[in-house]
């Protein structure tokens, strides 16, 4: 069955560190992958997507993801977090030519100051 | 565009009650997501349209649980009659299919049965 894993619920990072969230996805052919963050009380908003080509994408707010073929993974980072980074991030898959977006169970991170 | 708009905001109710959550789609989108947030099951698709017409509704729980797009520009997700479990936040999408720049989430409507 086609399913996308946020291996770790919870993730606690101190301003200005790194932060690197992982995504693994379960599909039978790459689908397409998205990184969306929701802050309380907020509907999801869209970081960043990846369909094909380079492998390092760019989104808002500072954040990049990787896509790994090999890994079957789409892990998300930010080089300096903010405190405004925290938040629930989820990661979501879209088979090609299909019309219904995949989440994973999502990562929250705290910011501690 | 004020992007997809989602009433009430909260909603509080007893069980056994009727609810009905309405959602407005951005204008020009064609896809319309229906979808549940809890704790315990995360993210939820409860039933998706094209085109105003219900494509995949395997998601919608039971019976208790129906939802309509009588135009383009509205939809409304009805519970009928209501339980605590059904408590969550409950939010709406909308996308131009086959244009992937994902889908634009309403701001939810929290929803608590007494």
């Known amino acids: 069955a086609q399913s996308v894993t946020q291996p770790d619920i919870h993730i606690t990072v101190s301003e200005g560190a790194s932060l690197e969230l992982r995504c693994n996805y379960s599909y039978g052919a790459t689908p397409y992958l998205f990184w969306y963050v929701q802050s309380p009380g907020q509907g999801l908003q869209l970081l960043l997507k990846y369909f094909s080509g380079d492998t390092l994408v760019q989104g808002i707010k500072g954040f990049e993801a990787e896509f790994k073929r090999s890994q079957s993974s789409f892990n998300l980072r930010k080089p300096s977090v903010h405190w405004s980074d925290a938040a629930e991030y989820f990661c979501a898959a879209l088979k090609a030519a299909g019309n219904k977006l995949t989440f994973g169970g999502g990562t929250r991170v705290l910011v501690k100051p | 565009d004020a992007g997809v708009i989602q009433s009430p905001r909260h909603e509080v109710t007893e069980m056994g009650q009727e609810v009905t959550l309405r959602c407005k789609p951005i204008?020009?989108?064609?896809?319309l997501f229906w979808y549940r947030q809890t704790m315990m099951r995360g993210l939820e698709l409860l039933i998706y349209f094209n085109n105003n017409v219900p494509i995949d509704d395997s998601g919608m729980p039971e019976d208790r649980f129906s939802a309509k797009m009588p135009n383009a520009s509205f939809s409304t997700l009805k519970i009928q009659p209501s339980e605590p479990r059904d408590s969550a936040v409950y939010f709406c999408a909308s996308s131009l299919a086959g244009d992937w720049y994902g889908y634009t989430f309403g701001s939810g409507t929290r929803l608590t049965v007494v």
């Open positions: 204008s020009g989108h064609n896809s």
